[in-house]
């Protein structure tokens, strides 16, 4: 079966940290550019993060930019995203994606089913 499989997310004190995991099976992220997104309730779905193909390049909203960091794990078939110093509009739903190219959009073939972030103030 074809997924990505979105984890991680919980509730959380501002200041705090948090690790989304994005697992891919069926396919392997090798051949993908993987993105995070998050959607606040009430407001539009928002990019987070992109990470190539290669994993050599990375992007991130300004947003959001100095405390989130993306990675990954191609032994794992694994996209990480590391959310540091969060922040209460933080909280969202995270999902991640995956695009077949080099770099994220503006199609993408596979989408996580998305982990709930909470961070209280």
């Known amino acids: 079966e074809v997924q990505l499989q979105a984890s991680g997310g919980g509730l959380v004190q501002a200041g705090g940290s948090l690790r989304l995991s994005c697992a891919a099976s069926g396919f392997t992220i090798d051949d993908y550019a993987v993105g995070w997104f998050r959607q606040a309730p009430g407001k539009e779905r928002e990019g987070v993060s992109c990470i190539s193909r290669n994993a050599g390049s990375t992007s991130y909203a300004d947003s959001v930019k100095g405390r989130f960091t993306i990675s990954s794990d191609h032994v794992k078939n694994t996209v990480y995203l590391q959310m540091n110093s969060l922040k209460p509009e933080d909280t969202a739903v995270y999902y991640c994606?995956?695009?077949?190219?080099?770099?994220?959009?503006?199609?993408?073939?596979?989408w996580g089913q998305g982990t709930l972030v909470t961070v209280s103030s």
């Open positions: 994606a995956a695009s077949p190219g080099r770099w994220c959009g503006p199609r993408y073939e596979y």
